[in-house]
């Protein structure tokens, strides 16, 4: 029951949880304060490298075995990301 109320917290209030850098745990911020970060980061043009088509088919298709594998190894249960557990 706390997990919902917690999101509807969130919710109301326009807060997100995240992980902070260098392994610190989790934070809670606005969605703003989340949003002008992405924005600072994707209008830096030294954030980005060129690649090669074939890097990001070999990257696409890694990610895809490991959704496949996750998927499989949780098959029984379909909310096994959602689940909600006692603090």
């Not at 980005?48 to 074939?54: A, L, P």
Request: charged share 25%; hydrophobic share 45%.
């Amino acid at each position: 029951m706390w997990l919902a109320e917690l999101k509807s917290y969130l919710d109301e209030h326009d807060y997100v949880i995240t992980l902070t850098d260098k392994n610190l745990g989790a934070a809670v911020v606005s969605q703003d304060w989340i949003e002008a970060g992405v924005v600072k980061i994707l209008y830096d043009i030294h954030n980005y490298k060129i690649v090669d088509e074939s890097q990001v088919d070999l990257a696409v298709d890694c990610i895809h075995d490991v959704i496949i594998k996750l998927m499989t190894a949780h098959s029984s249960n379909d909310d096994w990301c959602m689940e909600e557990q006692n603090p």
